[in-house]
């Protein structure tokens, strides 16, 4: 939904992202919450797989994947105000292929 909304935003607000109208400000409330609630989700799984299978964890490649999705998807909540990261939000999609695994 959002990322819907900020591709609307070029090629015309390019090197004034800040000025467009369908920037994340406009998100709504709901999307940001369920995105933070499935990243602690991703994380608690992350972490739960690294105790488990300890040694082990980074020689699987999904696993490997997960770290990634994770890693970036905290990343994108501290920088959010900082920088535009917009482009990260394609491993939103790699969540998707990790689900249906």
Same mark, same amino acid.
Request: a neutral charge; one cysteine or more.
């Given at each position: 939904?959002?990322?819907?909304?900020?591709?609307?935003?070029?090629?015309?607000?390019?090197?004034?992202?800040?000025?467009?109208?369908?920037?994340?400000?406009?998100?709504?409330?709901?999307?940001?919450?369920?995105?933070?609630?499935?990243?602690?989700?991703?994380?608690?799984?992350?972490?739960?797989?690294?105790?488990?299978?300890?040694?082990?964890? /980074?020689?699987?490649?999904? =696993? @490997?994947?997960? *770290?990634?999705?994770?890693? #970036?998807?905290? !990343?994108?909540? %501290? /920088?959010?105000?900082?920088? =535009? @990261?917009?482009? *990260?939000?394609?491993?939103? #999609?790699?969540? !998707?292929?990790? %689900?249906?695994?």
């Amino acid at each position: 939904f959002e990322t819907d909304l900020e591709a609307q935003c070029y090629p015309l607000y390019y090197n004034s992202i800040s000025e467009c109208p369908y920037t994340e400000a406009k998100t709504e409330p709901w999307v940001k919450t369920v995105n933070l609630l499935l990243l602690v989700v991703y994380t608690v799984e992350v972490i739960l797989r690294v105790f488990v299978e300890r040694s082990k964890y /980074m020689q699987n490649q999904w =696993n @490997i994947l997960d *770290l990634t999705i994770v890693s #970036v998807g905290w !990343l994108g909540q %501290a /920088m959010g105000g900082i920088v =535009n @990261i917009s482009f *990260l939000r394609f491993f939103r #999609v790699a969540r !998707l292929a990790r %689900a249906l695994r």
